[in-house]
């Protein structure tokens, strides 16, 4: 069975300030993939990153970055110099073997201005 | 967007009457899937297609729901005698195929609310 669990439910931040965001899997899948999805208040969810369980390098987007780590089964984001446009809820999720996406419960962030 | 419409965005439904929830994507995308999301919630796999054929069911809750894509393009999820705990935001997301390395693309979801 797979899951995911992104144990912050919320985070607030006032703007510039770095945030990361904390995901952790659980697959016995030997070949998956990890993906982050943003829902911004207008409901769509919104692909950001995709990653595949052999390539461990690190991968930077612009103010984005994501840390993935296979020894501690997590897959990190973090949003550098965050801005109110950031606000939304971000989903942590995986694709194994049978091609359904589990998603995580879903991270709240606030950036305040 | 992200290549998918659904409709209706928004539907209230009295229990047990039926309904049916639309979604369209753009054309070359040979996979599609459903997946339902409560209020502050992940969304969670319902079922997917390959073109036509239903591939994976088994996130349907119960026998009431039943989805269908019959010329591989278009598809309809159906909910019949609707219960309160159907009240959710029903995604609908198209792929290049099935395997796992490509990523999914969601559509603005159907709201449903069961009165």
């Known amino acids: 069975a797979q899951k995911v669990t992104q144990a912050q439910t919320e985070i607030s931040v006032v703007e510039k300030e770095d945030v990361t965001l904390d995901c952790v899997y659980e697959?016995?899948?030997?070949?998956?993939?990890l993906f982050w999805y943003k829902q911004p208040p207008s409901g769509e969810l919104v692909f950001l990153i995709r990653r595949n369980s052999f390539d461990e390098q690190n991968e930077i987007s612009g103010r984005y970055s994501w840390n993935f780590q296979k020894s501690t089964s997590s897959f990190n984001f973090t949003i550098t110099a965050s801005q109110v446009v950031d606000s939304a809820v971000y989903f942590c999720a995986l694709n194994g073997a049978n091609s359904k996406l589990t998603f995580g419960k879903g991270i709240t962030l606030s950036v305040r201005p | 967007g992200a290549g998918v419409s659904q409709s209706p965005r928004y539907k209230v439904a009295k229990r047990g009457q039926d309904v049916a929830l639309r979604c369209d994507p753009i054309?070359?995308?040979?996979?599609l899937f459903w997946y339902q999301q409560a209020l502050g919630q992940g969304p969670e796999f319902l079922t997917y297609?390959?073109?036509?054929?239903?591939?994976?069911k088994s996130g349907l809750p119960s026998d009431r729901f039943f989805a269908e894509r019959p010329e591989g393009s278009v598809s309809t999820l159906k909910i019949q005698r609707t219960q309160q705990e159907d009240s959710a935001v029903y995604l609908c997301?198209?792929?290049?195929?099935?395997?796992?390395?490509?990523?999914?693309?969601f559509g603005p979801g159907t709201r449903l609310t069961v009165t």
């Open positions: 054309s070359g995308h040979v996979s």
């Open positions: 297609f390959q073109n036509e054929a239903q591939l994976d």
């Open positions: 697959t016995r899948d030997t070949t998956y993939y």
């Open positions: 997301a198209r792929s290049l195929g099935v395997a796992t390395i490509y990523e999914q693309y």
